[in-house]
């Protein structure tokens, strides 16, 4: 009884998927294997990325052009989000188009998969490391066909090399290794180090601008973390940056978080947090007693 359930269930899923998911499936399974031969992760479709890809193939077919960056000036950014797509996130489009060359059908996926293929920035987006999410369409106008393959995920920490993986580290790991980078001209702190977490969970990354960044340090200090007479702090933010902190953050946020004159302070602490989406923040408070 369970199997002829399960069957039938079955039956009934493929009965209602949709040409464009078929196709979808199918573009999806050409990108998976020409990763797993590379050795990469398997992609899986995105509603945010379907419906990404769906509007752009959609809009080139009814206005008659072969661009990333429509008339009006929408993006592939603008695409994303307005489809739900999550911030910070690495994203990467692959579009083509053919004149007289079939319908939107099964073997147009394979000719356009080929083609970008054979294409060396179609594939780098294909082959690309730090994306786990996918999305493809098409649609015709006259004799003319239109595809559309969208990509996205937290992206790759910054310096990371292009070939391998960067080894994941703990955020005391990272705390430490920061205050390391300082050649020993400045001392740990506890206290500092909660400071620079609690500024690190608060600020939040609006585009390019960074907001929620607290006024009153002396307030984040822990009770009995006094002796303070005063208190710095510097914070920066990446997108696209992955989804864990690794070894290569640290000189990336080190850079972006040395004070601009570091005689002034005695001790420092530091807080590296990533969000899982591709946003990280780094923090550093520097201090004197």
């Known amino acids: 009884m369970i199997r002829t359930l399960a069957a039938a269930l079955a039956l009934v899923l493929f009965a209602t998927a949709s040409p464009a998911q078929d196709l979808a499936r199918q573009a ?22 379907m419906e990404a890809a769906r509007a752009h193939a959609e809009d080139m077919a009814r206005r008659d052009y072969h661009a990333h960056v429509s ?3 929408r993006t592939l950014r603008d695409r994303f989000r307005a ?9 990467a489009e692959n579009i083509a188009m053919c004149e007289g060359c079939g319908g939107a059908d099964r073997a147009r996926v394979d000719g356009f998969q080929s083609g ?10 294909i082959l690309r490391r730090g994306i786990d999410s996918f999305g493809f369409a098409m649609a015709s106008r006259g004799r003319a066909v239109y595809a559309v393959q969208t990509f996205a995920g937290p992206g790759r920490s910054r310096g990371a090399a292009n070939d391998v ?15 390391a980078q300082h050649d020993g001209d400045l001392e740990p702190a506890a206290a500092l180090d909660q400071v620079a977490r609690s ?20 307030s984040l200090l822990p009770e009995g973390g006094g002796g303070w007479t005063g208190l710095s702090v510097r ?11 690794t070894e290569p953050d640290v000189p990336w946020f080190a850079g ?8 002034g302070f005695s001790h420092a602490g530091f807080a590296l947090d990533a969000e899982g989406d591709g946003r990280k923040v780094g923090v550093a408070v520097y201090g004197t007693r």
Do not use: K
């Open 199 to 218: 500024v690190a969970g608060a600020v939040e990354l609006e585009g390019e601008e960074l907001a929620g960044i607290p006024n009153d340090l002396f």
């Open 71 to 73: 008339p009006s000036g």
């Open 28 to 49: 999806l399974t050409l990108v998976n294997e020409a990763r797993a031969e590379q050795g990469l992760n398997p992609l899986a479709l995105s509603p945010p990325l």
């Open 116 to 125: 970008w293929m054979q294409s060396p920035g179609h594939r780098e987006n």
């Open 235 to 245: 914070v920066a933010a990446c997108e696209a940056c992955g989804a864990e902190v």
């Open 83 to 91: 489809a739900g797509g999550r911030r910070g996130q690495l994203i």
């Open 256 to 263: 972006e978080l040395a004070p601009e004159d570091a005689a």
């Open 165 to 179: 993986d960067p080894t994941p580290i703990s955020p005391d790991e990272a705390a430490d290794r920061l205050l």
